[in-house]
């Protein structure tokens, strides 16, 4: 049930392994968790570990099935992002409250809490209402389990992955040079999501040589907290700004300027860490992966 590719394991079986795992976790995830909002959450992290996959394959198994497999798992994501998008705005409230609540009223945050409190148990009633969006879910993931074990890829497909590992590490590096500037919101997200594919690659590719990989996905996995603790506080700023005088002024003043505060110190400090984790060039990061991989695990 490893999320990585076994030291001895022919790299077509570790493929087909880890994507049928991981489409299993998802459906038990959805069926058998009693809390709505942790499965979905869970699931939800186990659709971005199959995209993952794709990308990791995408060059050896074609831009056909690449796309078909990426589409079908965030479609589904998306199907169940409502739930999860606001308790996750949520979570953010309170870890604001947890750094910063010494420093200003506790009502501001309380007051948040509930309207944010109020939109969750409404989204809850209209997913009742419109059907169950997750009993869909198990039922399209369990059609899709036969297809991942006939994913076409081969055991010796060094320069197809390299080419795909190269094209992950070249967006993200692209979004690291993009953040030196003034970048918008949704710039910053599209960076994050191309450092998360990059770590999940790391994972995969660990038993490569353990201890160096070991390094390469913590560091990334830092990079990808600060970028989503960052796009959490954009996003709670735009609620707070939607709830209108739901939100009485001196609240929203507050608790904007907190945000907005500890958004610039996440931007500063994700152009540090991002400085060391897209050091080299995508050709020089390519060579380096071809030397770890080969004759390791391809």
Known sequence: MAYYLEKNEPFSEGIRRIGAEQNDMAIEALAGDDNLH?????ARKHFKKQRALYRLVRDEVGHKLYKEGNVFYRDLGRKLAPLRDITSRIETVGLLQEQFGNMVNGEAFDVLHSLL??????????????????????????????????????????????DSLQRVYSRGYKGFQRSLGDP???????????????????????????????AYKKETKVLAD??????????????????????????????????????????????????LVYTESPGAFAGRMRGLLKDNLL
């Open 184 to 214: 918008t919101v949704e710039e910053m997200h599209e960076w994050r999501k191309r450092v998360k594919y990059l770590w999940y690659h790391y994972r995969l590719l660990r038993q490569a040589w353990l201890r160096v990989f070991r």
């Open 226 to 275: 600060y970028l989503g603790d960052y796009h959490d506080l954009a996003l709670l700023m735009d609620k707070m700004d939607s709830y209108g005088e739901r939100l009485p002024g001196e609240a929203h003043r507050v608790l904007s300027a907190i945000a907005q505060g500890h958004k610039s110190k996440l931007l500063e400090d994700a152009r540090e860490l991002g400085a």
């Open 38 to 42: 942790n499965g979905i959450h869970k």
């Open 117 to 162: 409190e109020e939109e969750r148990q409404a989204i809850r009633e209209r997913e009742l209402k419109e059907g169950n969006e997750v009993e869909e879910t198990v039922q399209l993931l369990r059609e899709e389990s036969g297809r991942l074990l006939h994913l076409p890829v081969r055991d010796r497909c060094l320069k197809q992955t390299i």
